[in-house]
């Protein structure tokens, strides 16, 4: 039986989707869906010859967030699935059905959050909801959400997750978070930073890069600003981390998150 390919959970920015986010990776995702042999062959790297090195390197699940942001003149009731965001601007509970990688994408343009940070970042509304969203999609497949999944590792619900790819990452600013931040975060992970990033400032995505455990955490800066990098030299270094876990002896349904 051939194995599986791994499987990438990408989650989306701050008012953008799925199929957003899927535009934006166009080159890194193609360059992960290739053969096994070829992504090796690019690399100089060499295997024992496998039927499985015909199988893609990795295959990338777009995940939506589960809150929509609409426009009300009418202030709808405040609830813990529906809440004010700014002016007219609420978010609502809408999750959307989660489609595998060679299904048609749900048609969605509508702009979708994780949750909501308050002006001093003190709380983050929806945060509990998103939390198990994601923890019922890592059971049943095996920016700051991913650093949260992250650092919830070690619970039961996110244990599936083997890696991480952290693109312009930030750790939460909610005071019932830090606790998650106090021990070295031991998830393999990859954090990956622009110098021109004027959204999130490198230092802030570096900041996150330490709180993970030396051992086992990679960075690679590049030159750019607030992007998935898309040119040959960050496509490399990111398929230099996947590989690691391309083992097609062991590999199994587990998921990563991006």
Known sequence: MAKQPLRIACLHGFCQNSQSFRRKTGALRKWLSRPLRTARADLGLTSPSSSDDDQPLAELVYLDAPFVLEEHLTPPPETPTSF?????????????????????????????????????GQEYRGCEDTLVYLSDIFQQNGAIAASLVCALHEKPEFASLRFAMLFAGLASRADVHQPLYIMPIKVPSLHVYGELDELIPHKASHDLFEKFDESTRS?????????????????????????????LENRDQRMAAI
């Open 84 to 120: 004010h965001v700014r002016d007219n601007t609420y978010a609502v509970l809408r999750p959307l059905p989660i489609h595998s990688p060679s299904s048609s994408p749900v048609a969605d343009q509508s702009k979708r959050i994780w949750w909501n940070a308050g002006k001093p």
């Open 219 to 247: 960075v690679y800066v590049h030159g750019k600003g607030h992007l998935v990098p898309g040119d040959a030299a960050s496509r490399r270094a990111v398929a230099q981390f996947v590989l690691r876990f391309a083992d």
